[in-house]
């Protein structure tokens, strides 16, 4: 397939926006940390519901299903409006509003006495989180029409290497600390930190909609959805590819357990195998996402997702922990390329003015995948074992892709619109 030619320069550029590469550079780094800060908690959860008073292995499993899942729920109804308030006042305030919610209520869950308090926390996040979301349509509505694909997946690159570096760093930490709650502090101080870096390093070129602009109503947001076949398919790939990849998360510490019993070291064996999948995503996003804006990002996608499948269904069977790590890594080097190499699809098919409302709408696709996931994996893991959480995540990975080969087009360059178009290519 050969490149499209390249659109005209008042469509290739937002106004204004000529050091996009300065901004590109600095959300990575700062989706960086935040992505870091955040997943220092992955493998803690599970090991801290024993001091918040649940004690049995089935309680573990679905409270770690339930805590983990919390944020994404709540954040799914609420990042159509947030996307809408992007839109209309700037993608770095909506990054500003989320670093802050999300360091306070980290703090809380360090606080936390019960599990109760503990849910709370990380359920009220949900609320005013979305910071990755923030940044996809910061990013997307600041660089050239061409190089979404290379931008979003160097800033999928920084997230990964956060989710790479966290979950060993978290469990170092409590292991050294003996304390569980220590990362919940370091966390909350990290993500007031990377508040900071948005203040002073961030640069968005935003054009306020004009005082005489009609304010879209929430029935004409979900028309930029519901109006675009391709873009109500893509909907659904996130959802089930958040959800297959998150059905795995609250029980990869217990499946440790499982394998290797509770040694002193547990924390940090238990972050190794959470970050695993980070490396191999490190390597993989973004190849993954300069090629997709080559040789196609439907074909990208439908790469990833084979991938995936082929890679997951070993996990049913294997009973070494190391052999556990070696496909959690081959896993992460087909999942990198789904997250952003979607996005890309839809930032290409609406205009810059609307990608806030588009992405926040986006992002409740992913929002109900990372909340539905992980508790489905938590009541499989306590009702019919850890093995069937791999098997069911194998499955929903096949039907993903099949879904993608039938209804999803590769994007074509044509005049935009408010909504823009795909057609097969």
């Known amino acids: 397939m050969t490149d499209a030619p ?3 320069a008042e469509i290739a550029m937002p106004p204004g926006a000529a050091n996009w590469q300065r901004t590109l550079w600095a959300m990575v780094g700062i989706q960086f940390v935040m992505t870091g800060a955040m997943s220092f908690l992955s493998p803690i959860i599970p090991l ?32 159509p409006l947030w996307g809408r308030v992007a839109d209309k006042h700037g993608r770095k305030l909506a990054l500003l509003r989320s670093s802050f919610f999300i360091a306070a209520f980290t703090g809380l869950m360090g606080l936390a006495t019960d599990v109760w308090w503990f849910f709370g926390a990380r359920a009220a996040m949900g609320l005013f989180a979305g910071f990755s979301t923030s940044a996809i349509a910061l990013v997307a509505s600041q660089v050239p029409e061409r190089r979404i694909g290379y931008a979003l997946g160097w800033l999928s690159t920084g997230q990964m290497v956060g ?5 060993v760093l978290g469990g170092i930490m409590a ?10 502090f370091w966390t909350s101080a990290a993500t007031f930190g990377t508040l900071a870096m948005v203040v002073f390093f961030v640069h968005e070129e935003f054009k306020p909609p004009p005082a005489t602009a009609k304010a879209r109503s929430m029935k004409g947001t979900f028309a930029l959805l519901t109006g675009s076949s391709a873009l109500m398919s ?16 609250p029980v990869v510490t217990v499946f440790v357990q499982e394998l290797i019993g509770s040694p002193p070291q547990i924390a940090t ?24 804006d080559i040789i196609g990002y439907r074909r990208v996608l439908l790469i990833c997702l084979l991938g995936s499948t082929l890679t997951s269904l070993p996990q049913i069977f294997v009973d070494n922990y190391w052999a556990f790590v070696a496909e959690r890594f081959a896993v992460g080097l087909f999942i990198g390329g789904i997250l952003p190499t979607a996005n890309a699809l ?5 205009s810059r003015e609307n990608r806030g409302t588009v ?9 109900l995948g990372n909340s539905l996931g992980p508790l489905t994996g938590g009541v499989l893991a306590a009702g019919l074992g850890i093995r069937w959480v791999f098997a069911i995540t194998t499955l929903l990975m096949a039907a993903n892709l099949v879904w993608v080969w039938f209804t999803v087009p590769e994007y074509k360059e044509s005049a935009p619109d408010e909504v823009g178009t795909q057609t097969k290519a």
């Open 163 to 167: 989710s790479l570096i966290g979950p």
């Open 175 to 184: 292991d050294l600390t003996g304390s569980f709650r220590a990362p919940f």
């Open 346 to 350: 839809i930032g290409r098919s609406v």
């Open 359 to 367: 992405y926040g709408l986006a992002a409740s696709a992913t929002f």
């Open 234 to 249: 893509l909907f659904f790939v996130l959802l089930m590819a958040q959800f297959g990849v998150r059905t795995v998360q």
């Open 48 to 79: 801290m519901l024993p001091e918040l008073g649940v004690v049995s292995i089935e309680g573990i499993d679905i409270w770690s299903g339930l805590i983990t899942g919390s944020t994404s729920f709540f954040a799914a109804f609420a990042s």
């Open 6 to 8: 390249e659109p005209p």
């Open 269 to 292: 064996l238990a972050g190794v195998a959470f970050s695993i999948t980070g490396l191999a995503n490190l390597m993989s996003s973004p190849f993954l996402g300069s090629r997709s």
